[in-house]
């Protein structure tokens, strides 16, 4: 579905908060209720600056590019700058782990999102941490990807963001407003922080990443939330990281990306 002409403006999450929706937002505090999404965490950048992250694989955090920039220098923080709090709650992490490297989606471009940007800007603002060391299954376990949601479709969205970010807050039947094979806009909140926060399916019981909150936007007049649609996008990350075998390592939860969205290998 084309949606491009009704989006007034896309601003990145780093520069302009995002006014809150009317959504079922809470806030996960006990571990019960926070148990489930264990594999979302917080990045830590640079010592000041914050973003979400999910994990993909054992040493694998998906999130936003444009989170892996300093929005003053506009310079790439060094893997050794970035921290991933595994399930992040009240002051302590489920593990601890430091960024060996970092893959960035090779159309990203960090040149600012306002009025002129396009739709390439978000369907490229994905990237891959790769860890130090891998986060055990037993402490959390990696979620898998799906590239389908559909107009309409509900979703679920776990973030850290701006005076929340002392725990995980969940957002639950938001909506798909549009989509293409690159790009998804949908109701949910977004704040400072949300950048790089999942967007999940609900398939069968589980939960499935569709998309990677990336800007927030307006749609005839109504502000919302813009993410990386792991179809294309996300295949293309992907390729990259074959193509250099000694950047993407570690063996994928539930077989290969391509495998997950459906794809055979040839």
Not at 65 to 94: N, V
Not at 227 to 239: I, K, N, R
């Amino acid at each position: 579905m084309k949606f491009l002409p009704y989006i007034a403006a896309i601003c990145a999450l780093s520069v302009l908060p995002a006014k809150a929706q009317e959504t079922n937002l809470r806030q996960l505090l006990s571990p019960n209720d926070a148990r489930a999404w264990q594999a979302v965490g917080l990045l830590q950048l640079g010592g000041r600056a914050t973003c979400t992250g999910t994990l993909i694989a054992a040493n694998q955090v998906l999130t936003a590019a444009h989170c892996l920039f300093d929005k003053d220098t506009k310079k790439q923080y060094s893997p050794d700058q970035i921290q991933f709090l595994t399930g992040w709650r009240l002051g302590r992490a489920a593990s601890y782990r430091t960024a060996r490297r970092v893959v960035v989606h090779r159309d990203y471009r960090d040149i600012g999102y306002d009025g002129r940007s396009r739709r390439d800007l978000v369907a490229s603002d994905l990237a891959i941490v790769e860890l130090d060391r891998p986060v055990d299954a037993n402490i959390a376990k990696p979620f898998q990807v799906h590239s389908q949601p559909r107009t309409g479709d509900s979703l679920t969205v776990v973030s850290y963001a701006k005076g929340r970010n002392e725990a995980p807050s969940l957002e639950e039947g938001c909506k798909v407003l549009g989509r293409d094979t690159r790009v998804l806009m949908a109701t949910c909140s977004v704040d400072f922080g949300s950048s790089g926060a999942p967007i999940f399916s609900i398939i069968d019981g589980t939960p499935k990443i569709s998309s990677v909150i990336s800007a927030k936007g307006e749609s005839k007049g109504v502000s919302v939330a813009f993410g990386v649609a792991l179809g294309e996008p996300l295949q293309d990350l992907h390729d990259q990281l074959e193509f250099d075998k000694s950047v993407f390592q570690g063996k994928r939860i539930g077989g290969s990306i391509a495998e997950q969205l459906g794809r055979k290998k040839n």
